[in-house]
């Protein structure tokens, strides 16, 4: 689409670097950025077959949202409260909302210290209502309350043919069970309706528990699934041996009675440019690994109540902390395995990465409950699920996220496209049965580099 097409429309084209979050690719595109509903209903109106997809904060690892060559559409221009009640809870917003603007706006504490928080939240705040919807994002408590689509009431969907649509389980339910996970192929997400959870108190109680090996997760694991809300564990990856899979368990509920602040909305500090060269290596992982792995001390175990924000969020301490691995940059691997195959997949998994010497200091081991999820493509299924980054040392990181890839779509797993940039077509088609399903609702003017890379778009009908 050449700039001149959308001079009359809302938004005017113009051109800008893009890149993923994990630093892979960046790449010019062509960028529409409208200001309304309205604006991005017309520019969806006129979007040509296989020209463009949205993007909303550009937190995806991988290239989901990207669309080199070809159009983005910027949803961060929709960024407005519609209506909030606050008896029912239900939050009807603009789809380019940060969570992190919810929580600052919603999330303050009654007196008694209860008030109303998202029911799910991702490693980082700085996410848009769109992108969590299209990535069907899960969080600490995924074994409890499923994923974000789970608390979707409705969606307003804008489609290339020029129909604004309703979607919710109800009414064009098939639409809303493609657009939950659907990766922005099924249209522009515009509005959407969450029903937020009131809390008996936004503080938590949480506690870190160290661990030696592998099996030590899986008791800490079936032992806090009950009364611990929200659950992970940070892996040591590079010990091997008896120590494969040592670790640190953390959990956490809310402390009825405690009220919390709502984090910032922008951190505080940020790493300003990409340094020369990674900083992010087999020495600084290492060092850092063996640190944090006792850094509970002899007690190896604590205890605390306070802000939420440290517990969900991190990674939001620093601003842009994906600089740190250079202009190489990195990738991320997440995946989930089925309940049956958990603990000897796990172990296969971690047993390679320790044994390449590969992998970072952020690995994170969650179990995903029961709940199912309502797209035809999200990830979150039950089972285990492993995430890691691991610097780009070129061939020999990608020789590895292939072995890893076949270890796990072996055992009837899946890889998440949100953290991926490797993944084979035939992994997708084999992780995801509801494909074919999920294709007849592919908006035909939506293609991104991901889609492309899957074959969802082939190469030749991206003209
Ligand atoms: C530090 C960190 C921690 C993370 N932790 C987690 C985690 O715990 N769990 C988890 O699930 N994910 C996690 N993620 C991944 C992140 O939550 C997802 O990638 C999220 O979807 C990014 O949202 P975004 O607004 O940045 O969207 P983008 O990355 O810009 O886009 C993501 C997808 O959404 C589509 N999209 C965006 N807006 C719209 C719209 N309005 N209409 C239609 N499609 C749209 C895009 O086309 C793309 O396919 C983490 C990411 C980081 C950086």
Redesign the pocket.
Known sequence: MSGSDMSASPAASRTRLYGS?GNILRAEHETLAPRSVDGAREIAARLPAHSA?????????GD??LNPGRTLVD?LG?DHFIAFDATTGRLRCE??ILLSDILAVLSRPDRDGSGWLLPVM???RF??V??????D???KNAHGLGSFGCHVVDLELARSDGRRLVCSPEENPDLFAATIGG??LT????TATLQLRRVPGLALEAEDIAFDRLEDFFTLDAESAQAWEYTAAWIDCLAGGEALGRGIYMRARHAPGVGAPPPARAPSRSVPLTPPLSGVNGLSVRAFNALYWRKLGSKRRKSHVGSYEKVFFP??AIGHW?RLYGPAGFYQFQAVVPPEHAEPVTRELLAEISSARQGSMLVVLKRFGDIVSPGLIS?PMPGITLALDFPNLGDATRKLLARLERIVVAAGGRI?P??DFSMSRESFAKGYPALQDFLRHRDPAMS?A?ARRMGIVEEEDAS
Do not use: C, E, Q
């Open positions: 979050w997809i949205a993007r909303g904060n550009g937190r995806s690892y989901v949202a949803m929709l789809a380019g991702p490693g980082t996410i848009t769109g992108g969590a919807i299209a990535n994002v899960h969080g990766l922005g249209g522009l997400i515009l990674l939001d994906n990830f998440y949100a953290k991104s991901f």
